[in-house]
């Protein structure tokens, strides 16, 4: 029970703490308490730095109770500034003068200090008393991280007092109304993606102070694109017009008053914009290495696939998958087959690109043609290049079993290459698969469902060839023989009508005789 209390305790503590107000002060000074006189004088530090051994009569517990706190100075209740405040508490003795108390920045190491004197008389007078010291009067920055100490004067050794101290930053809620540097300004924008220009609108910061706009990625840090302007505090339009080169996730305005260690505000409003973070591929035709830096921090998993023939799936290329938040992914002795793609895979979804694709790199080919009980797998390649090829059995689309021998043949300068495989080879199942084998990273190319007619189609050529033969031979022999048919018909026609005229004509002549012999009679 006493566990959840202290959790539910925590619980309140650590969610109110933005909204803790800072304690005002109208002027910073020194207080002791009341019945002993103190003043203050600043100090270098240097003179007391050295300790000495305390005498044995004072105990080193003479300090106590060290509390430091921030407090808030007001001028005419909006120019506000930060000071530490110090309280600690003293017991007199007649060995000590006085308290050191000084501030040291952990992050720039300026230190400031101040002397806290009591007057001799006062120690030896109340000497044993508790005094209790408050002093406020070191300014100090939002979210300064400040390391405190207290020394007696003299600086004895072992007789001190220190602590480290964290000043409220701008996600406090007081701070942030009242501290100059927390006024960060609110940014509207408006995007003009044919221009490529983004307009920003700045709101609610200093008046009449000169304001910062730049474009920036976001990695770490916001690392400047050179985008960059100045709004004037005394322009009543307080608007200016940013030009970009992309819209990428990381893309920010970022904006800040123009005053020292000023709050800076953010706006990355395009993180849904990932669309031009897969164009960045790179090819290297020497090295052969193909590359893709982000231009923006992304928790990405990238791996090479190969395009189906159907262009609906890409299948990842084994050994390829790495996952790169932040830096360059590079994939050497990869082959420039168009259907070699890059996929990239985030919470979002995955991308593909295909960088070969257009046809501006060497490309290879393979082709099946049946043979006589034969396969012959041919092989084409504008540049050299060792192949292997096999029959496989398709068990799934990503991967097809050997079921035969590997066989090996190099192709190049335009010159097809072949290679015969032997045996029936048909099937659904069945494919002839071909890929690269001097690279590291290749497309397996298949070409499958062979059907069973496939390795006898030259054979059934060959046979339709004699029958066609043997029909024309058959038609050109029985078109001779109805010729020589013809022929001889005619040739029995031709006779018999010139016997025909024969006898006509002897018959004409016989005619003819008698009708002279019968005129001469008379």
Not at 84 to 89: A, D, Q, R, V
Not at 122 to 128: C, Q
Not at 137 to 155: D, L, R, S, W
Request: charged fraction near 20%; aromatic fraction near 6%.
């Amino acid at each position: 029970m006493l566990a959840v209390d202290i959790q539910i305790l925590l619980v309140i503590i650590l969610g109110t703490s933005d909204c803790q107000i800072i304690p005002r002060i109208e002027e910073c000074r020194l207080s002791c308490s009341q019945v002993f006189h103190c003043k203050s004088k600043p100090s270098t530090g240097i003179f007391n730095s050295f300790c000495r051994d305390a005498p044995a009569s004072l105990s080193s517990t003479v300090l106590k109770r060290m509390k430091l706190s921030t407090a808030m100075k007001c001028v005419q209740g909006s120019q506000c500034s930060l000071h530490l405040s110090i309280k600690g508490t003293l017991t007199l003795d007649e060995n000590i003068r006085g308290l050191e108390i000084c501030s040291l920045s952990v992050d720039t190491q300026q230190s400031q200090c101040v002397n806290v004197r009591f007057s001799r008389k006062t120690s030896n007078k109340l000497g044993g008393r508790k005094v209790h010291v408050q002093f406020n009067c070191f300014e100090v920055n939002v979210a300064q991280h400040i390391y405190v100490t207290m020394k007696t004067i003299p600086n004895y050794c072992d007789v001190k007092l220190s602590q480290q101290y964290y000043v409220e930053d701008c996600r406090n809620n007081d701070v942030e109304k009242h501290i100059p540097v927390c006024f960060a300004g609110k940014l509207d924008y408006n995007v003009d993606r044919v221009r490529k220009t983004i307009s920003v609108n700045v709101s609610d910061f200093l008046q009449d102070q000169d304001y910062y706009v730049r474009l920036c990625h976001k990695w770490f840090t916001c690392e400047d694109v050179g985008s960059f302007a100045l709004i004037k505090g005394k322009e009543s339009l307080k608007s200016t017009s940013l030009q970009y080169s992309q819209l990428l996730p990381c893309l920010c305005i970022e904006g800040w008053s123009a005053i020292p260690d000023a709050r800076r505000t953010q706006l990355c409003p395009f993180k849904n914009d990932t669309k031009a973070l897969w164009d960045n591929i790179v090819y290297n035709s020497a090295t052969q290495t193909l590359a893709w830096k982000p231009a923006c921090p992304v928790h990405v998993t990238v791996n090479l696939c190969r395009l189906t023939q159907s262009n609906d799936q890409c299948i990842d290329v084994q050994n390829s998958s790495t996952t790169a938040p932040e830096k360059q992914v590079k994939y050497c002795r990869v082959d420039t087959h168009p259907r070699l793609c890059m996929k990239f895979t985030t919470k979002q979804g995955s991308w593909i690109r295909c960088p070969f694709a257009r046809g501006n790199f060497p490309a290879w080919k393979m082709r099946i043609a049946a043979r006589a009980e034969q396969i012959q797998v041919s092989f084409m390649s504008q540049t050299k290049a060792k192949f292997s090829v096999l029959v496989c059995n398709k068990a799934q689309l990503s991967s097809c079993d050997s079921v035969g021998i590997r066989h090996s043949v190099s192709a190049g300068d335009t010159q097809p290459t072949s290679v015969n495989i032997s045996g029936e080879i048909c099937g659904s199942e069945v494919c002839i698969q071909g890929g690269r084998t001097d690279v590291d990273y290749s497309v397996p190319l298949q070409i499958c469902d062979i059907q069973c007619t496939l390795s006898s189609e030259s054979q059934e050529n060959d046979e339709n060839s004699i029958r066609i033969m043997l029909l024309t031979a058959i038609i050109l022999i029985l078109v001779t023989m109805m010729a020589l048919f013809g022929r001889k018909i005619l040739t029995v026609f031709h006779r018999k009508k010139h016997e025909g005229r024969s006898s006509a004509q002897i018959i004409r002549q016989s005619f003819s005789t008698r009708v002279k012999s019968t005129s001469s009679l008379h």
